[in-house]
């Protein structure tokens, strides 16, 4: 059974830092490309990053760039998503999701993805 299974979020103040990590169960996830999303009250979800599976190339939406970095630790079967400046309107659940085969100009679409984690809370206020 294909699983994946995000952890790390809470509640900083801002400018603070997470880390969040997506483990994967039954399969290899070195050979899937994996995005992060996230979905505040009210709002559609949205792409934050993504890392392909062929070269490790790394995508961030304008409002994250500078600020979080995705990776991965093979060894683990975990990507992660460091989050540091944390600011309020980074407030949200969290989401990775992960697929074989995808365009990497699309891996910031959900329509993209087959396989998803449950979400992580992510809150940050003072």
């Known amino acids: 059974q294909l699983q994946l299974v995000e952890s790390g979020g809470g509640a900083v103040q801002p400018g603070g830092s997470l880390r969040l990590s997506c483990a994967a169960s039954?399969?290899?996830?070195?050979?899937?490309?994996v995005g992060w999303f996230r979905q505040a009250p009210g709002k559609a979800r949205e792409g934050v990053s993504c890392?392909?599976?062929?070269?490790?190339?790394?995508y961030y939406t304008d409002s994250v760039k500078g600020r979080f970095t995705i990776s991965r630790d093979n060894a683990k079967n975990t990507v992660y998503l460091q989050m540091n400046s944390l600011k309020p309107e980074d407030t949200a659940v969290y989401y990775c999701?992960?697929?074989?085969?995808?365009?990497?100009?699309?891996?910031?679409?959900?329509?993209?993805?087959?396989?998803w984690g449950q979400g992580t809370q992510v809150t940050v206020s003072s």
């Open positions: 890392i392909s599976s062929s070269d490790n190339s790394t």
């Open positions: 999701a992960a697929e074989t085969s995808l365009l990497f100009r699309e891996c910031a679409l959900t329509r993209t993805y087959n396989y």
């Open positions: 039954g399969f290899t996830l070195n050979y899937y490309a």
